[in-house]
């Protein structure tokens, strides 16, 4: 029970219409300065790879999520990968291969296809035409990069720690705590629709 794979001298299927992320949930209070570098950084020819660190509820994940709302124009072709668990991160990577043709037989074991996933991903993302724009949300293990090929794709990752361990971005922005006047402004702002 392997990947179906497409007859000799055809491309593999492909996700037929773009794909972008909904507008977070959460609203993002206080990061407008952060949000505004980003889509000027996008703006910009060259690599587009943005890293985002910083503690716990700092709005690392809702910056990302509405910095590439923001960016659905530019950049229509946009998946999200949960990084939180090994788990969430295998199963976030097999919904963006199969946004991307991925098919597999049911009968194969969970550690097969996990294999699999990667091994379509690396050639798949490598070849395709196309230009996405991939969100990995609370990467852990710089490592876990390896499968998207940096030379050819946006990225926007969200981490708690600082180091990236030799992996170079284009952007990095470090997401600090706020003054308390400054937060509770900023909230105070966002509920009066920016008046003050």
Same mark, same amino acid.
């Given at each position: 029970a392997m990947l179906h794979e497409a007859p000799q001298g055809q491309p593999p299927p492909r996700a037929k219409t773009a794909h972008w992320l909904s507008r977070p949930q959460?609203?993002?209070v206080g990061r407008d300065e952060e949000l505004q570098q980003i889509k000027t950084h996008f703006q910009n020819p060259g690599? =587009? =790879?943005v890293? /985002?660190?910083g503690d716990s509820g700092m709005g690392k994940s809702t910056l990302a999520g509405e910095a590439a709302f923001q960016l659905?124009?530019?950049l229509p072709d946009q998946h999200? /990968?949960?990084c939180t668990t090994p788990e969430t991160l295998n199963s976030s990577l097999f919904?963006?291969?199969t946004a991307l043709?991925?098919?597999v037989e049911t009968k194969m074991l969970k550690d097969e296809r996990d294999a699999a996933v990667k091994k379509f991903l690396c050639e798949n993302l490598r070849s395709t035409p196309r230009r996405l724009l991939i969100v990995m949300d609370d990467l852990r293990r710089v490592e876990d990069l390896s499968v998207i090929p940096l030379d050819r794709h946006a990225i926007i990752v969200t981490s708690l720690s600082q180091n990236h361990k030799g992996v170079e971005f284009s952007l990095t922005l470090p997401l600090l705590a706020f003054r308390t006047a400054d937060s509770l402004q900023a909230m105070v702002n966002a509920r009066m629709g920016g008046k003050h």
């Amino acid at each position: 029970a392997m990947l179906h794979e497409a007859p000799q001298g055809q491309p593999p299927p492909r996700a037929k219409t773009a794909h972008w992320l909904s507008r977070p949930q959460v609203e993002l209070v206080g990061r407008d300065e952060e949000l505004q570098q980003i889509k000027t950084h996008f703006q910009n020819p060259g690599p =587009h =790879h943005v890293y /985002i660190w910083g503690d716990s509820g700092m709005g690392k994940s809702t910056l990302a999520g509405e910095a590439a709302f923001q960016l659905r124009d530019a950049l229509p072709d946009q998946h999200m /990968i949960s990084c939180t668990t090994p788990e969430t991160l295998n199963s976030s990577l097999f919904v963006l291969a199969t946004a991307l043709g991925f098919n597999v037989e049911t009968k194969m074991l969970k550690d097969e296809r996990d294999a699999a996933v990667k091994k379509f991903l690396c050639e798949n993302l490598r070849s395709t035409p196309r230009r996405l724009l991939i969100v990995m949300d609370d990467l852990r293990r710089v490592e876990d990069l390896s499968v998207i090929p940096l030379d050819r794709h946006a990225i926007i990752v969200t981490s708690l720690s600082q180091n990236h361990k030799g992996v170079e971005f284009s952007l990095t922005l470090p997401l600090l705590a706020f003054r308390t006047a400054d937060s509770l402004q900023a909230m105070v702002n966002a509920r009066m629709g920016g008046k003050h």
